[in-house]
């Protein structure tokens, strides 16, 4: 296994692994890989087997990827002051090369990394707390999701305009106010 920086010619590839051992789809993957999604913050675990290389539709032969994360740059406001962190995101490992220690691999390469670029925090969403507490990780709050109606909102509508659930035709919208936050 070789750890590096992916290149823009692995953005395919990582994408098309993001489906499979994410179950990601469009819209978002689309929008992800269009606007978020950085060669110089990504890593890539690449293989000699099982496969010698990977070959996109155009027949061009790629390293095989069996493993990727990203690290978003991010800016926290802690104590009036602004500290620079990274968000792991993405971890994904092919079924062919799990178990053997690549996301650990990789781990310890973005935390590195992170330490490199000056970042004190590593953040990220976990599908298992276990997993990432081995690596250092803790618990650092924890979120609530309410679903209710539109109608339950509507008190909300005379101070402050229109409650309306959104959709696709809403992306750019929503996209703008995420990059806000």
């Known amino acids: 296994m070789e750890l590096r920086l992916a290149t823009p010619m692995d953005k395919d590839q990582v994408k098309n692994m993001w489906v499979y051992a994410l179950n990601e789809g469009d819209p978002f993957l689309s ?94 969403y976990p599908f298992d707390y276990g997993f990432y507490r081995r690596m250092g990780y803790e618990v650092a709050y924890s979120s609530l999701r309410l679903t209710c109606a539109c109608a339950d909102l509507a008190p909300l509508s005379a101070p402050y305009g229109r409650v309306y659930r959104a959709g696709p035709s809403h992306h750019e919208t929503l996209s703008a106010l995420h990059r806000t936050w």
Do not use: N
């Open 31 to 124: 929008w992800y890989f269009d606007t978020c999604w950085r060669p110089e913050d990504a890593l890539v675990a690449t293989f000699q087997q099982p496969y010698a290389a990977y070959v996109d539709e155009a027949g061009h032969a790629f390293p095989w990827i069996g493993g990727s994360l990203q690290l978003l740059p991010y800016t926290l406001g802690v104590r009036g002051g602004e500290v620079k962190a990274s968000c792991v995101t993405g971890v994904a490992v092919l079924p062919e090369v799990r178990g053997q220690g690549v996301a650990k691999a990789m781990l310890r390469r973005a935390l590195a990394m992170g330490r490199e670029r000056g970042e004190l925090i590593s953040l990220l």
